[in-house]
């Protein structure tokens, strides 16, 4: 295989793991590492491990979606041009990266502390298995929630190896991040209404419709708001923190007057885009916090 061959290869395996996916979930997890050593600096050692099991996670989690979706994906004409329907990889190859990601996330739990070792099969078994929820349930953007809420409580027992009454202050950001996931879930998923409908799958927007899940969504990110302010209580945050909660709602505010029930054209936008910035922003304003 020539160079090239190998770095196309390459793309298309950082495409199928969705690593811009991974960046997408950090900043939430370097806000709790952040909440987990008030007054000073995380130790390098753990950052960099919390770092390899967050790709490790996010990469099987992902690589596993598309391996369980392959069929679907195929029948879906918004996905079938994605690497496993197209052919531009193989079903050995994504099984291979699946289970050398799932080994990298254990590894780098392992190399934490024993309670993150001993919890991390936990951990995939919800990222793994949130893949099969829409063949089941309308309840399946929940799932992708807890996948990624996991991780504020999965870094705080990675830098403390206890869960003491402190966890409060983690389980408080998961909550938040539960709700934000799962409001910007279901506004993807209107996109195929339609589609999961004939296909027998499950999503809110499946069972009540567009205009209903927008509500819904709308819902969760207001539930979004009220668990940072939560969170800003139990921290002790100050006015820096307050006016990156004031700029997510605000930026939320903005996702959803991008998105109607009668026009969802601008659905990318809302969705990597604007959610890109809100995580950033949140991070942002959560760190100068501590430092000030």
């Keep these: ?10 793309r298309h395996y950082l495409e199928l793991g969705r690593f811009s996916h991974t960046l997408f979930a950090l900043p939430f997890a370097l806000m709790a590492l952040v909440l987990a050593t008030p007054g000073e600096w995380p130790a390098l050692r753990t950052t960099a491990w919390i770092l390899v ?14 391996l369980v979706d392959r069929d679907v994906d195929a029948r879906n004409p918004r996905t079938r041009g994605r690497h496993l329907p197209a052919g531009a990889v193989r079903v050995a190859e994504v099984v291979v990266l699946v289970v050398v990601s799932a080994a990298v996330f254990v590894v780098g739990a ?16 919800v990222l793994l298995g949130y893949s099969h929820l829409k063949r089941f349930t309308a309840l399946c953007h929940f799932g992708l929630g807890l996948a990624l809420g996991l991780a504020p409580l999965g870094v705080w027992i990675a830098v403390r190896g206890v869960v003491d009454a402190s966890a409060w202050i983690p389980a408080t950001l998961g ?35 567009v205009a209903r899940s927008l509500w819904v969504a709308r819902s969760l990110h207001v539930a979004m708001i009220a668990a940072l302010i939560g969170l800003g209580v139990l921290t002790g945050s100050g006015p820096v923190y307050a006016c990156g909660v004031a700029l997510t709602a605000a930026l939320l505010v903005y996702e959803h007057r991008l998105v109607r029930a009668d026009d969802l054209s601008r659905i990318d936008v809302a969705f990597f885009t604007v959610n890109g910035c809100i995580s950033l922003l949140l991070c942002a304003f959560t760190i100068a916090e501590q430092l000030a």
């Excluded at 295989?1 to 390459?10: D, F, N, P, Q």
């Excluded at 392992?110 to 951990?123: Q, Y």
């Excluded at 709700?179 to 809110?204: K, M, N, P």
């Design 1 to 10: 295989m020539t160079m090239a061959s190998w770095s196309v290869k390459a």
């Design 53 to 66: 099991c967050m790709v490790g996670a996010r990469t099987a989690a992902m690589a596993y979606n598309r």
């Design 110 to 125: 392992a190399a934490l502390n024993p309670l993150a070792l001993a919890l991390s099969p936990i951990v995939l078994v």
């Design 175 to 209: 909550l938040a991040v539960i709700c934000w996931v799962t409001g910007f879930d279901i506004l993807y998923a209107c996109q195929d209404v339609e589609f999961d409908r004939g296909a027998g799958l499950h999503s809110i927007p499946a069972r009540l419709g």
